[in-house]
């Protein structure tokens, strides 16, 4: 059976990789990008002779169906921010090849169940900004990455659904929050599952899927210089922080909602 790798090397020739778009053909990168999915270095080749290009690497269009289904799969691999990274890059590498083979998309294992289980920000959130990110240049990545997490906090949650589930599960829920425990917990609680339950991991593969998709659909709208940004944050984040804020009491910071934590606090 072919490796992942050996099947996505065996896409593109020789000649492609070295006169391809890019036209990166100097020996170091040729030495890499020979090897697929993963650094394999030919002999000879040293691994500081490997040059990555300047960020922000370059974007091709993704079909959002197919990095949905890939997320889903990835999700069970290598947990929420694995899978959306994962299904991101991997089908850059897959699509145009280097510089996206470089890149080992296993390090984004660290950010399932909001990082090692802290249930801080939600995996799929994590992975798919870390992806946005390669690709997008400063002025863009911020806009890009803050309608995703507007966009998770509002949306009812998973919409996709798999070709072959792995189990059966219909609810949806809003969690108001990129936070993995307000999202795990709302949903857990409105669904009638435990966060420790089979059906709970299927809705965060779905959720994974979604979020990967909806990252591509950024992108490429992007891509398209069509972006609209859509989400409208809650007010009570402008009028709290208009006293807080830096402008004032200069005390805190952040976009999430200052409701959904701490109620009103001034109300007597
Ligand atoms: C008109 C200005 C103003 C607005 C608007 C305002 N605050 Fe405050 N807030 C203050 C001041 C002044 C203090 C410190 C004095 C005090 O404790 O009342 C404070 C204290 C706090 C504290 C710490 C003390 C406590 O009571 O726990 C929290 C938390 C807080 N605010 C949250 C919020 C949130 C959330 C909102 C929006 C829903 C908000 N504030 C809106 C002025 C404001
Ligand atoms: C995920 C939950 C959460 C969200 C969302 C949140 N906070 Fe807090 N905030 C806390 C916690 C926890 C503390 C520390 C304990 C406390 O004082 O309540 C805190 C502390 C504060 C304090 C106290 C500072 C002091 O000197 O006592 C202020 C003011 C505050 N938050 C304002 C805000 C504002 C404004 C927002 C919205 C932009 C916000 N918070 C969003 C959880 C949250």
Redesign the pocket.
Known sequence: MLSESTARSDKYSRREFLFGAGGFATGAVIGAALGGGGLHLLPGVKAAEVKAPPWPWPYKKLDPKVVAQRAYKGYYKGACCYGTFEAIIGELADETGYPFTLIPTDTMRYGEGGVVGWASLCGSLNGASAAINYVSSEKVYPKLINELMGWYATEALPIFVPENPKAQIKVTSISGSPLCHVSVTNWSKAAGYGAFSPERGERCARLTADVAAHAVELLNAEADGKFVAKYIPPV?IS??M???GKK??NNTRGEMD??QC?G???KK
């Open positions: 009570t009028e709290c208009s006293c807080h004032a009491q200052c409701v701490h009103d606090p001034h």
